[in-house]
């Protein structure tokens, strides 16, 4: 975990965020068919969430701020990718909006950090901020019932491939303790998490029940 890093010179944070938002704004709006899940309206969720909780944790703000903007550009280069496949990517884009090398690197490193499927309990305040933003966005009431029909075609999934990864990927989480970081966020949202994950449990073992099979098979075609 990284405690000291060079960050955005503070004369030209709002210029470097800025370029980098209408830089993302452009690509999700350009490939908005590609991005039915990841694109803007989540972009800006998490990246209001994340600079929140940054302010709350005493991480650096600005940084944050343009690795929540950036954190999903790997579904730019492949479906249902890791974070890691947009590395090259992402580079690209903070090099061209003008944010230094060694502080690009810790942007890209801090979103690796963050990624529901690896994370640890111990990862950099950063990382805490942007993944408690991610990780609310997926806890939300409102996400299985609006956007979860996004995600699979976003990513050419099945419902069933959806459910383990949700389950696979975010129940250890959940249970050892750490599915937020924030004491606040854990108390204010944990009872969506915990309502969410068992949704999924329960879509889980409902699409191994043969009658549900032939019924999703039907409304399907």
């Known amino acids: 975990m990284r405690t000291q890093e060079r960050t955005i010179d503070q004369t030209i944070?709002?210029?470097?965020v800025g370029a980098v938002e209408r830089r993302v704004h452009r690509l999700?709006?350009?490939?908005?068919?590609?991005?039915?899940?990841?694109?803007?309206?989540?972009?800006?969720?998490v990246r209001a969430k994340a600079v929140g909780f940054?302010?709350?944790?005493?991480?650096d703000r600005s940084v944050v701020e343009v690795a929540a903007l950036v954190h999903d550009v790997n579904y730019l280069v492949r479906r249902n990718s890791p974070a890691a496949a947009g590395r090259s990517l992402?580079?690209?884009?903070?090099?061209?909006?003008g944010v230094p090398a060694d502080v690009?690197?810790?942007?890209?490193?801090?979103?690796?950090e963050a990624e529901m499927a690896t994370r640890g309990r111990d990862i950099s305040l950063e990382a805490q901020a942007l993944s408690d933003a991610d990780t609310l966005f997926k806890a939300l009431p409102v996400t299985p019932v609006v956007l979860a029909h996004r995600y699979l075609r976003e990513n050419g999934l099945s419902l069933r491939e959806l459910a383990d990864?949700?389950?696979?990927?975010?129940?250890?989480?959940h249970d050892e303790g750490y599915y937020f970081y924030n004491p606040e966020a854990a108390a204010t949202y944990s009872r969506w998490a915990t309502a969410n994950?068992?949704?999924?449990?329960?879509?889980?073992?409902?699409?191994?029940?043969?009658?549900?099979?032939?019924?999703?098979?039907?409304?399907?075609?």
């Open 90 to 97: 992402r580079l690209e884009i903070l090099a061209e909006c």
């Open 28 to 45: 999700c709006r350009e490939y908005a068919e590609r991005l039915q899940f990841h694109g803007w309206h989540h972009v800006g969720f």
């Open 13 to 16: 944070v709002d210029t470097v």
């Open 197 to 221: 994950l068992q949704l999924w449990q329960c879509i889980k073992e409902a699409v191994d029940d043969p009658t549900v099979v032939e019924l999703l098979d039907a409304v399907a075609s």
């Open 104 to 112: 690009a690197r810790w942007i890209d490193e801090i979103v690796d």
């Open 165 to 173: 990864k949700i389950v696979g990927e975010q129940c250890d989480v």
């Open 54 to 59: 940054a302010a709350h944790n005493g991480a």
